[in-house]
């Protein structure tokens, strides 16, 4: 896997993926930035809900089970000083479907959590992640 970050004038970079993919990042204008794009750390918490995401979502088809959505909300705090690291990460999916099994939906967060998803597993070397869901019948 590789990056490609190119600069795009005043605090704005533009990152390409090995499969095309662009995204672009820029500092908040209070730091001479135009709020062009996500913030770093930023992106750091939606690779952790994408992630987890795609998982859970892949766990539960396998099971058997009918997802017809997925939602993850990822609220997180920082340390005071530089670096400001993360230090607690909370997760909460909505899990929306038909006649969903709890305990499969339960198991299926946690796997996530604790042992499939490699941008947590990278981040809780800083931070204290937890994570809740709610089944949403649809």
């Known amino acids: 896997m590789s990056i490609s970050i190119k600069w795009q004038g005043k605090k704005a970079f ?3 993926s090995s499969t095309g993919h662009k995204v672009m990042m820029d500092a908040s204008k209070e730091v001479g930035g135009e709020d062009r794009g996500s913030r770093p750390m930023e992106l750091l918490l939606m690779g952790l809900g994408g992630c987890s995401g795609i998982d859970v979502v892949m766990m539960l088809e396998k099971g058997g089970q009918t997802v017809t959505d997925c939602q993850i909300e990822v609220d997180a705090e920082r340390a005071d000083g530089i670096p400001a690291v993360y230090t ?3 997760a909460h999916y909505k899990v929306f479907g038909q006649a969903l099994n709890e305990k499969k939906v339960q198991r299926a967060v946690e796997l996530s959590a604790e042992k499939y998803c490699s941008v947590s597993k990278m981040l ?4 204290e992640i937890t994570h ?4 949403i019948e649809a």
């Open 14 to 16: 533009e990152a390409t």
């Open 88 to 90: 607690k990460i909370h």
């Open 124 to 127: 809780e070397k800083t931070a």
């Open 132 to 135: 809740s869901f709610e089944i």
